[in-house]
Every structure is written in C-alpha cells, then in structure tokens.
C-alpha cells in the first residue's frame, strides 16, 4: 500500500475510534469529570492520527519507526485506562475525584508522553546526522579506493603490489578525526605521486609506504575509540 492509501486507512482508523469514543459517553451520565475524559479521549486519538500520519511520511528508520507510534499508543490507553477507571468508579460508587486532580493526572500524562516524543525526534536526528556523516567518510574512502583501480590496468605487472592497497584501503574503519587528517594526507598524496609516474619501477615500494601509512592510520583510529 502506498503512503496516500496508508494515511488514508490511519484517518479513517482515527475517525472509526472516535465515533465509538463518543458513543459510549453518549450512554452515561453527563458530569464534569466524564467530559474531561471525552476531551482527553479526543485528545489521545488525535495524536494517534497525527503521529502515524507523521510516521509514515517521514524515512523509514528503525527503531525510531516502531518506537515513536509505540509511545503514543502507550499514551492512549493509559489515558483511556485512567478515564475509565474514574469514570466506573463515579458511575458505581457515586463518588467523583475532584475535576482538578483528574485534570492534573490527565496533564501529567500528557505531558509525560510530549516530552518523551520530543526527546526522541532530538535522538533521530542527532544519529540521523551520525549516520551522514558516516556515509560521507566511507564514500571519501570509496573515492580514494576508486584511484587505485586505475592503476591496476595502467601497471598490470604490479597488480599484486595495488590490489593490496585497494583491499587495505576498502576493509579501513570509516571513521575520521582531525588527528587523523595528517595520515589521510599522506596517503592521498602517495596515491597523487603514483598516479603522475611515468615509470612504475617505483610502485612496490610506494604500496609498500602506502601499506604502512594506512596501518598507521587504523591503529590510530582504534585508539581513539
């Protein structure tokens, strides 16, 4: 099913909750602390529709795709099982919590809920942003990866000596550190000279200095961690 067709089941999923909602507040007495239970009923449903709704249209990333609907839906039938509780126990036994102390429990839930979603929307976009800055190191490495392969076909006697190279630099941690920009330098600047020889004579021992500079660098960067 496609995103219109998913927000269009969720509405409709929101409009059948509330219809029954209301129903069973049509068939019970009328009273302060019951409307302020239908009120936060709406309100509850509400946030279930616009939540799902907002879920849907945003990237699919797990697990704050299952974690944010999860949290509202926690929400709502605590707030429904808080409602009900109050509401049996003034229809049973003819007493009423004091409208304000319901308001006040309503709110505290509410607002329970509120910031734990808000924390959460901060949490994805911080490791969204991680995840970024991710890709853009293991696509620099990529690039560098990418200035090997040529070499392979411009110097097929030394393929062995490269193709060592392109492995080391492939299976590299992606992570990178202005300690490490001087290492990063160095290679990117040994792989520069290679590509302007005009003599490869020179290629075993340059991929052997390349071997160890970027040995050097992954040291460093388990270090780091």
Not at 92 to 103: D, E, G, K, R, Y
Not at 131 to 144: H, P, S
Not at 155 to 161: D, L
Request: charged share 20%; with cysteine.
């Amino acid at each position: 099913m496609n995103t219109k067709g998913n927000k269009n089941m969720i509405i409709l999923i929101a409009i059948i909750m509330a219809i029954v909602h209301t129903a069973v507040f049509l068939v019970i007495k009328n009273t302060v602390l019951s409307m302020a239970a239908y009120l936060f009923g709406l309100i509850g449903i509400t946030m279930f529709c616009l939540g799902s709704i907002y879920m849907i249209e945003s990237p699919k990333s797990y697990p704050w795709f299952a974690a944010f609907p999860s949290r509202i839906w926690q929400y709502l039938i605590t707030e429904i099982l808080l409602s009900a509780l109050f509401v049996l126990i003034e229809i049973l036994f003819n007493w009423s919590l004091p409208i304000q102390w319901f308001v006040f429990l309503q709110i505290i839930i509410l607002a329970a809920c509120l910031i734990t979603l808000v924390l959460m929307k901060g949490g994805k976009e911080i490791i969204d942003q991680r995840g970024e800055e991710v890709k853009q190191k293991v696509a620099a490495l990529r690039f560098v990866q990418a200035d090997i392969l040529p070499l392979i076909s411009k110097y097929p006697e030394y393929e062995k000596e490269l193709k060592q190279v392109a492995s080391a630099i492939r299976y590299s941690d992606p992570m990178s550190h202005q300690g490490l920009a001087v290492y990063e330098e160095q290679i990117q600047k040994e792989i520069m000279e290679i590509e302007s020889l005009e003599d490869g004579a020179s290629i075993p021992d340059r991929c052997r200095r390349l071997l160890q500079q970027i040995a050097d660098r992954n040291t460093r960067v388990k270090m780091m961690k």
